[in-house]
């Protein structure tokens, strides 16, 4: 069946080092793929997004592509900040007309010392 | 642009006790509407989802249930909570198809409790 697969955490980092958080899919079709960010306490945001294969979603200095070939879509930042320090989420859907839910990995915590 | 509220914020429940978690949406119509929750150290479980007035799917079996009696209002329910029912729970819409990219906006949920 579908599934998202993202490394376990937590991620814990010194500010300006480099992040990577992967996520890989399972699933027919090429589905949108999003990466949501959960600060402490609070609901999810949607932090980027791609749509199709070699769509590049950028945001905040983050940055993930869409692999058709490896069925992943890796985030990235190149200097993290204290203020990064949260729970990201991959996720999937397909772009049908019903149901339009998103399946989402487990999520990574990635802490961010000074 | 849409607004997601839902109340109550934090909630703590003994055991067998009811439950209502409430979500309204201000800015959009007819969107698609959505329960998740989030349980302690992992991830997003869709719960039920809503196509439309009094039009609820559940995904997975529980003590839970669902009821949209207006387009834009989703209620989360449960008769008698269970320990396993805490959690956080996330209300979340989806646009309409015209400009739809995809994505679900949330809620800023609301903290279940069981004792």
């Known amino acids: 069946g579908n599934s998202v697969t993202q490394m376990e955490g937590p991620v814990t980092l010194s500010e300006e080092a480099f992040l990577t958080i992967n996520c890989t899919y399972t699933a027919t079709g090429y589905p949108s793929l999003f990466w949501y960010v959960q600060y402490p306490g609070e609901g999810l945001q949607l932090l980027l997004k791609a749509t199709k294969a070699d769509d590049k979603g950028s945001n905040k200095g983050f940055e993930a592509t869409y692999r058709k070939e490896t069925t992943s879509f890796h985030l990235e930042k190149g200097s993290v900040q204290v203020s990064d320090s949260a729970v990201y989420f991959c996720?999937?859907?397909?772009?049908?007309?019903?149901?339009?839910?998103?399946?989402f990995g487990s999520g990574t915590r990635l802490q961010v010392q000074p | 642009s849409q607004t997601i509220h839902q109340w109550p914020a934090t909630l703590v429940q003994p055991v067998g006790s009811p439950l209502s978690l409430e979500c309204t949406v201000e800015?959009?119509?007819?969107?698609?509407l959505y329960w998740y929750r989030q349980a302690a150290g992992r991830g997003l479980q869709l719960l039920f989802y809503s196509v439309g007035i009094g039009q609820i799917s559940s995904e997975v079996p529980q003590n839970l249930s669902a009821s949209r009696p207006q387009d834009r209002q989703f209620i989360l329910s449960s008769k008698k909570l269970l320990l396993s029912d805490s959690g956080f729970y996330l209300c979340?819409?989806?646009?309409?198809?015209?400009?739809?990219?995809?994505?679900?906006?949330f809620g800023e949920g609301s903290r279940l409790t069981v004792l």
């Open positions: 996720a999937f859907r397909f772009m049908d007309t019903g149901r339009r839910a998103l399946t």
């Open positions: 800015g959009t119509s007819n969107p698609n």
């Open positions: 979340a819409i989806s646009i309409g198809l015209a400009g739809n990219t995809g994505e679900l906006f």
